[in-house]
């Protein structure tokens, strides 16, 4: 089966850039997305189709997927950042997401 | 406003069947662009897909729980109903629905519910 791989944590300064990655066999063949998830919440879609941005997120979050390798850079990182970042994949008919990221800004 | 809410029971027994619904209001499952999802998370672990739906009836689950799921659903009722059988503690999640979105033949979750935990404990 299909499997998407994360760094377990990633840590960034405030106002610095944070760069999270997600890798997968021939990841740059299918979409990526990326979803935010603040303790107690529900996720949030904060960047699909590999760059793009929904409604109401901040241009600092942008993304890219080339190879095997989708990455999600937050620009500016602000303490409200701070949270568990997933990637997600299409396999098919099927989902697979990734294991989490967990970003502490410090 | 568009909205997805789960609900079902907090608790079950080991061996027990799950059944949740998510009501969905401010889209109509008969939308050709949208389909339903169910996801769950463990306490503090990852996001685990489990199954979809679309509106031609199309559906597809996890190849690991296929055997265990059953989604369906009523579009008058605007439900999106998920069985799960032979219910296991290991299966204590939160059980998330969440709304499928595609945009030029592209899918992703763009709205999520708030999620309903479920424990199984004897």
């Known amino acids: 089966s299909y499997e998407l791989t994360q760094p377990p944590s990633v840590s960034v300064s405030p106002g610095q850039t944070a760069s999270i990655t997600c890798s997968g066999d021939?990841?740059?063949?299918?979409?990526a997305c990326w979803y935010q998830q603040k303790p107690g919440q529900s996720p949030v879609l904060v960047i699909y189709?590999?760059?793009k941005r929904p409604s109401g997120i901040p241009e600092r979050f942008s993304g890219s997927n080339s190879g095997n390798t989708a990455t999600l850079t937050i620009s500016g990182t602000q303490a409200m950042d701070e949270a568990d970042y997933y990637c997600?994949?299409?396999?098919?008919?099927?989902?697979?997401f990734g294991g989490g990221t967990k970003l502490t800004v410090l | 406003q568009v909205t997805l809410k789960e609900s079902g029971p907090v608790l079950v027994k080991p061996t027990e069947t799950l059944t949740l619904t998510c009501t969905v209001s401010?889209?109509?499952?008969?939308?050709?662009?949208?389909?339903v999802s169910w996801i769950r998370q463990p306490p503090g672990k990852a996001l685990e897909w489990l199954a979809h739906?679309?509106?031609?009836?199309?559906?597809s689950y996890s190849t690991s729980l296929k055997t265990r799921l059953t989604i369906s659903k009523d579009t008058s009722k605007s439900q999106v109903v998920l069985t799960m059988t032979n219910m296991d503690p290991v299966d204590t999640a939160t059980y998330y629905c969440?709304?499928?979105?595609?945009?030029?033949?592209?899918?992703?979750?763009?709205?999520w519910g708030r999620g309903t935990l479920v424990t199984v404990s004897s």
């Open positions: 969440a709304r499928i979105h595609t945009v030029d033949g592209v899918w992703y979750f763009d709205l």
């Open positions: 401010g889209f109509s499952l008969s939308n050709t662009k949208m389909g």
């Open positions: 739906i679309f509106s031609n009836d199309e559906k």
């Open positions: 021939k990841l740059g063949n299918k979409y």
């Open positions: 189709q590999d760059t």
């Open positions: 997600q994949a299409w396999d098919s008919t099927t989902v697979v």
